[in-house]
């Protein structure tokens, strides 16, 4: 076990060291890769490992996600990997326009998405028109949005970038007022690095600023309207966030709901890690769907979980044992 400026890290940390490169040339391409791992309890979530592969050259990103979780293959049965789809996001910017085709790297299908489209003057006045008229709306805050973020002063070399540690602290805190909100803590934990992996078609960001803002929100289950009375949001940032592109980061998330005797807390983590940071020249192939995929329609494209075949096996198995005990 490693540590980074006293945190211990898993092993593949080590790639942060070895993997380190000159500092990035403005403009030049980018390929980036990072590991997350996730993990939760009382209610223990499926350990679950992500890995993306984000690429970008001139106005084009190519993102590549492989995910996987371990799960029981039954109940109470053994637990085996479960595999989901390799997949691809590849976006292109023609002006103020991106172009974005997702692509399932197994069984060769692509297709064309919508990017940040905006609403339509009709969509606007659909959702308008899910509040009715005499919904009371509160005349002081009923939720309290609040993040605060702390640049710890502490500063490291990676991937010849000078990373600076922060710690970012968001929390939803019900006020007087509000029935359907709980309370909600995320902290990350955090070393970002002044590198930018954006195209020129991504939505801009907000220039968040420390102070408060406001904001009435508001759910509706289904076609019920009953009870649709909303909250008004006050959103307070404390610190100036933090902007930058994350090289480690853990995110704790905890989540307090009632329970019988009091509050039961799910604790959720989240650790993710780059691994490589290039700026190797890239192949502009990979921003191009390929000639051999087919187009299909959406719902075509994603495929279900899949496990290694002796695990497909097993489960046959299990089912027509279970089959056979049934009818005796």
Same mark, same amino acid.
Not at 73 to 78: E, I, R, S, T, V
Not at 173 to 199: F, M, N, R
Not at 300 to 326: P, T
């Given at each position: ?37 996730? $993990? ?51 976006? $292109? ?8 085709? $997702? ?24 959702? %308008?028109? %899910? ?68 195209? $020129? ?24 309207? %009953? ?6 949001? %006050? ?10 592109? /994350? ?10 709901? /009632? ?70």
């Amino acid at each position: 076990m490693i540590t980074f400026n006293g945190m211990a890290l898993v092993p593949v940390a080590v790639l942060l060291f070895s993997c380190a490169i000159a500092t990035v040339i403005d403009g030049a391409d980018l390929k980036i890769s990072t590991i997350q791992h996730n $993990s939760g309890s009382p209610v223990a979530m499926n350990p679950r490992l992500e890995e993306r592969i984000v690429y970008l050259q001139g106005n084009r990103r190519r993102i590549e996600d492989r995910r996987e979780q371990r799960s029981p293959l039954w109940a109470g049965g053994p637990e085996v990997t479960f595999y989901e789809p390799h997949g691809a996001l590849i976006e $292109s910017c023609e002006g103020d326009t991106k172009k974005a085709f $997702s692509l399932n790297l197994d069984n060769r299908t692509f297709r064309p998405i919508e990017m940040g489209r905006r609403l339509t003057p009709e969509e606007i006045r659909a959702f %308008q028109s %899910q509040i009715p008229p005499n919904a009371e709306k509160p005349t002081a805050p009923t939720v309290l949005h609040e993040t605060t973020t702390k640049d710890t002063g502490e500063r490291k070399k990676g991937f010849g970038f000078t990373a600076r540690h922060v710690i970012t602290t968001f929390k939803v805190v019900p006020l007087a007022g509000s029935t359907k909100v709980v309370a909600d803590e995320i902290v990350t934990d955090g070393w970002y690095i002044d590198l930018e992996t954006g195209i $020129s078609c991504d939505p801009s960001n907000t220039d968040l600023r420390e102070g408060k803002t406001y904001a009435y929100a508001a759910l509706s289950s289904g076609t019920s309207r %009953q009870a649709f009375n909303p909250d008004l949001v %006050q959103t307070t940032y404390i610190g100036k966030p933090e902007a930058g592109f /994350p090289i480690w980061r853990r995110t704790t998330i905890r989540n307090s709901a /009632p329970a019988g005797t009091g509050n039961s807390e799910q604790v959720n983590v989240m650790e993710s890690e780059v691994t490589e940071l290039s700026d190797n020249p890239l192949d502009p192939n990979l921003f191009e769907v390929p000639t051999n995929f087919r187009s299909v329609p959406s719902p075509q494209v994603e495929l279900g979980l899949r496990v290694a075949w002796w695990a497909r096996w097993l489960a046959w198995v299990h089912y027509y044992w279970m089959s056979f005990r049934k009818a005796i």
